[in-house]
T-cell receptor, first 113, second 115 residues
């Protein structure tokens, strides 16, 4: 079945460092891809999404590009802040599976000042 | 914005007892709610899809008699873990599909520890 693999955390960075969180997926069809973020004590929030190959999702300085050839959707940010400390989840949904969300394990990001 | 709230955030129960977790959509009506569980360092796994007024649809491998899901109103779904055992200890999270039908909002999650 469809699956999502994320880099294992925690990822610890200093403020203003460059962030990459890797995400690759396995899917039989053409899924939509998502990044969700969960701040401490809060629910998951949609950070960005891409619905077809070569689409770039972006929000709050974060970006991810849907790469069909490498089946990847890596999350990047040029300069992280302490307030970006959270858990980041990569996910996909596919029409073949009723558009249910399939999540990766999540990656903890810790940003130090 | 839309908010989904879960209660309790943390619960500890004795082995053999039952525990109920509530999931509420606070400012919108949710015809569909989803329940997930997550073990440490593993993915969020969908347990069941809950539609208001009808029986939940469980994912393969999820025991419907052990994880009772009720979606009695458009703003409330409950997950009851019956006869809990230590292996049921996990992080449970719900989500609800918003009024526009396209956006999914997540609750904060509930930590269950069975001792």
């Amino acid at each position: 079945g469809d699956s999502v693999t994320q880099m294992e955390g925690p990822v610890t960075l200093s403020e203003e460092a460059f962030l990459t969180i890797n995400c690759t997926y396995t899917a039989t069809g053409y899924p939509s891809l998502f990044w969700y973020v969960q701040y401490p004590g809060e629910g998951l929030q949609l950070l960005l999404k891409a619905t077809k190959a070569d689409d770039k999702g972006s929000n709050k300085g974060f970006e991810a590009t849907y790469r069909k050839e490498t089946t990847s959707f890596h999350l990047e940010k040029g300069s992280v802040q302490v307030s970006d400390s959270a858990v980041y989840f990569c996910a996909l949904s596919a029409r073949e599976y009723g558009n249910k969300l399939v999540f990766g394990a999540g990656t903890i990001l810790r940003v130090k000042s | 914005g839309a908010v989904v709230s879960q209660h309790p955030s943390w619960v500890i129960c004795k082995s053999g007892t039952s525990v109920k977790i509530e999931c509420r959509s606070l400012d919108f009506q949710a015809t569909t709610m989803f329940w997930y569980r997550q073990f440490p360092k593993q993915s969020l796994m969908l347990m069941a899809t809950s539609n208001e007024g009808s029986k939940a649809t469980y994912e393969q491998g999820v025991e419907k008699d052990k994880f009772l899901i009720n979606h009695a109103s458009l703003t409330l779904s409950t997950l009851t873990v019956t006869s809990a055992h230590p292996e049921d200890s996990s992080f449970y999270i719900c989500s609800a599909r918003g009024g526009n039908g396209n956006t999914i909002y997540f609750g904060e999650g509930s930590w269950l520890t069975v001792v």
